[in-house]
């Protein structure tokens, strides 16, 4: 009876042990990347670097919020980035880069998700940012700090962080992203320019217009399958690209428009819309290519925005 007793102890606590075993194993990722506060820059006073909380959300997530401000931004060396070096820059410094969130110095600072909004993520043991939807900054040769770059055109490019600077986010009323994010400013070769031409005002943190000339490099690029335009018959898609002009039949008058209200700019469920079609909107047949709405018929139809092409 003693040893019946003694065996069923000792298989007991074999199978507690093996319990315990299995439920105290940890199966979560872990991250190869460095603790990302290690990079906050050890220029900025005290307080402020003690009040960046960097949220784990598990693997190499991260969250964190900072301010929409000329002093929000990151760092990188051209030398270990895809971004390219402009001709003009600097070369007896770091030839170093600085990737921001504002282009002025508006003190309202609405908050942003500085992971997402860099498009950070962690590769090889290192911290990359694959987005720069302002541009870049930049000391030329003459010394100067100049932007160069836009986000359509460095999406996707990754740049090595070096650094990166959070001011506390303020308490600004704007609940829409800034629009100069989705602007593909370009010259009449169809060259990029740099987000910084682009003429626009600012209130309360919030971009509140655009203007541009209307003619036929200024258009909205919308898609067919994200718009409310309902085609005639006839209508022949030839591509997945809807573009709104501003003008037709040549440059017209070239007058300065504001976009947000010449192409009724809405902002909704996170996504830009248009509602006006100044021009109507054309399309192609079989045979030929056509126009609707010229006289304001398409007026509150909403078509989403991928692009505004300046």
């Not at 002093?71 to 600097?90: G, M, Q």
Request: with cysteine; proline share 4%; glycine share 8%.
């Amino acid at each position: 009876m003693n040893w019946f007793f003694f065996l069923l102890l000792l298989i007991s606590a074999i199978f507690f042990q093996e319990g315990d075993c299995s439920c105290s194993s940890d199966l979560g990722l872990k991250c190869t990347c460095p603790d990302f506060q290690s990079l906050i820059d050890i220029e900025r006073p005290v307080e402020q670097r003690d009040n960046v909380t960097i949220i784990d959300e598990g693997g190499c997530r991260r969250k964190l919020t900072c301010g929409r401000h000329h002093e929000t931004s990151l760092s990188f060396y051209f030398d270990e980035s895809e971004i390219y070096a402009p001709s003009d820059l600097r070369d007896d410094c770091d030839r170093m880069g600085i990737l921001r969130t504002s282009t002025d110095k508006d003190e309202s600072a609405p908050s942003l998700d500085f992971f997402d909004y860099f498009g950070i993520i962690c590769e090889n043991n290192t911290w990359y940012a694959t987005k720069a939807p302002l541009g870049f900054l930049y000391t030329t040769t003459e010394g100067i700090l100049k932007g160069s770059g836009n986000g359509v055109e460095l999406n996707g490019l990754k740049a090595k962080i070096h650094s990166f600077r959070c001011k506390p986010p303020g308490k600004a009323p704007c609940s829409s992203p800034d629009i100069r994010e989705i602007v593909d400013p370009l010259d009449h070769e169809f060259d990029r320019m740099a987000i910084d031409t682009v003429p626009y005002t600012m209130n309360d943190g919030c971009v509140t217009s655009i203007t541009c000339s209307a003619h036929d490099w200024t258009w909205i690029r919308s898609s067919y399958s994200e718009s409310e335009i309902i085609f005639p018959d006839d209508f022949v898609q030839s591509g997945e690209w809807l573009n709104i002009d501003s003008a037709r039949d040549g440059y017209g008058s070239r007058n300065s428009v504001d976009m947000f209200s010449y192409f009724g700019i809405t902002y909704e469920n996170n996504d830009w819309y248009a509602t006006k079609y100044p021009v109507g909107v054309r399309y192609f047949t079989e045979d030929e290519m056509k126009y609707i709405g010229e006289n304001g018929e398409l007026d509150g139809k909403k078509s989403k925005i991928s692009s505004i092409i300046w």
